[in-house]
């Protein structure tokens, strides 16, 4: 079995965009994997010449208990069947409160983690994403998921993880 990376993050912060770069660019097979809850949706991806199956996580709506508990929910799910977990924040945005929400449920996991500060379309965007050393994660990869930039960077750091 190919080792799983789920990506997880708050809706908006450019989960689906990050997986759709990832498969493009190496040109892998997107495949729904049916029969998983319409939540999360599985592909085959690769990287450096190893296989390993990405988790998109989102799709999902504001219930009676609010966005925070939904979106902690889901990513505790993803969580448990991932190897490895990429945690996307908006760079533009910063850490919210539902970040903090995710945050606090990663921390309780024993899953490595990587921080992904998304949206840092140029190198003047970079400082921003500084601040998001505060979620306590360790380093947050710039990425423009948009752009490509600084992708590959971070596929290398997550074999390091996988
Ligand atoms: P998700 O809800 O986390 O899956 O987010 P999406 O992938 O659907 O992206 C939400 C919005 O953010 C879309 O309008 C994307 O085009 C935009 N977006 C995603 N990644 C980037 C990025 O790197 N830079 C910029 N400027 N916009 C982005
Ligand atoms: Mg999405």
């Given at each position: 079995l190919d080792p799983v990376l789920a990506i997880i993050g708050r809706?908006?912060?450019?989960?689906?965009?990050?997986?759709?770069?990832?498969?493009?660019?190496?040109?892998a097979v997107v495949e729904d994997t049916p029969g998983v809850t319409r939540?999360?949706?599985?592909y085959s991806a690769h990287w450096n010449g190893r296989n390993f199956?990405?988790?998109?996580?989102?799709?999902?709506?504001?219930?009676?208990?609010g966005i925070h508990a939904r979106v902690a929910e889901q990513a505790e799910m993803a969580v448990d069947l991932a190897d490895?977990?990429?945690?996307?924040?908006?760079?533009?945005?910063?850490?919210?409160?539902?970040?903090?929400?995710v945050m606090k449920?990663?921390?309780?996991?024993?899953?490595p983690v990587?921080?992904?500060?998304?949206?840092?379309?140029?190198?003047?965007?970079e400082a921003e994403s500084a601040v998001l050393w505060g979620l306590?994660?360790?380093e947050p990869y710039p990425v423009s998921a948009l752009h490509g930039r600084g992708v590959a960077d971070l596929?290398?750091?997550v074999m390091e993880v996988l």
């Open positions: 809706p908006n912060v450019g989960k689906s965009t990050l997986v759709n770069r990832i498969l493009g660019r190496r040109e939540d999360r949706v599985m199956t990405l988790v998109d996580t989102g799709g999902w709506e504001h219930d009676a208990r490895a977990v990429l945690f996307v924040v908006d760079s533009a945005v910063g850490a919210t409160a539902t970040d903090e929400a449920m990663l921390r309780r996991s024993m899953k990587i921080l992904v500060a998304n949206k840092v379309d140029d190198f003047a965007q306590g994660f360790g596929l290398d750091k």
